[in-house]
Antibody, heavy 119, light 110 residues
């Protein structure tokens, strides 16, 4: 059974760095063609793809947010970490991690974590 | 930067058929974009409906189908039901290894 769960702070202050962890089970990121993506959704708005890390440690980032994002993995812990620097109130959103397959679609999603950026 | 376009809203009668589309501002959508479709109801994580243009995800009813129509990806719902009332998002896989979501379509069944 594949599960993913996001964890991290519910509230961050403007200009701070956000660190989110995706802890998953039911698959391994050391397995060929496995990937994990991060996606966010501001309240009442559309989903936005942020980043992806692949089994071979390749990393891909949203063009518009690339300068602020870093994704990494700890295969032994079954975790993927996303950091986003210089947080702003417009970054207030529910952040999801999702398993991503070789056909580059998101087949399993975490429940999401709401992160509010406010002083 | 390319933009993935979707109709902001659509309405369908119960039992009716509706086709939602997913376009690309800078080019035609093809199977090489591996179009995928997701359904989301308020407060819930998205649910995968269709991947690789036209493959239904496990457990998805066959009233949902995907295709390429002209220069866009399309999601067709045949025999719409009340619980199909949701937001629908498409995703395209772009060159450089990135993915892009469309702005979503709010489907009303009435």
């Amino acid at each position: 059974q594949v599960t993913l769960k996001e964890s991290g702070p519910a509230l961050v202050k403007p200009a701070q760095t956000l660190t989110l962890t995706c802890t998953f089970s039911g698959f391994s990121l050391s397995t060929s063609e496995m990937r994990v993506s991060w996606i966010r959704q501001p309240p009442g708005k559309a989903l936005e793809w942020l980043a992806r890390i692949d089994w071979d440690d390749d990393k891909f980032y949203s063009t518009s947010l690339k300068a602020r994002l870093t994704v990494s993995k700890d295969t032994s812990k079954n975790q993927v970490v996303l950091t986003m620097t210089n947080m702003d109130p417009v970054d207030t959103a529910t952040y999801y991690c999702a398993r991503t397959t070789s056909r580059v679609y998101f087949d399993y999603w975490g429940q999401g974590i709401l992160v509010t950026v406010s002083s | 930067q390319a933009v993935v376009t979707q109709e902001p809203s659509f309405s369908v009668s119960p039992g009716g058929t509706v086709t939602l589309t997913c376009g690309l501002s800078s080019a035609s959508v093809s199977t090489s974009h591996y179009p995928s479709w997701y359904q989301q109801t308020p407060g819930q994580a998205p649910r995968t409906l269709i991947y690789s243009t036209n493959t239904r995800s496990s457990g998805v009813p066959d009233r949902f189908s995907g295709s390429i129509l002209g220069n866009k990806a399309a999601l067709t719902i045949t025999g719409a039901q009340a619980d199909d009332e949701s937001d629908y998002y498409c995703v395209l896989y772009m060159s450089g290894g990135i993915s892009m979501f469309g702005g979503g379509t709010k489907l009303t069944v009435l």
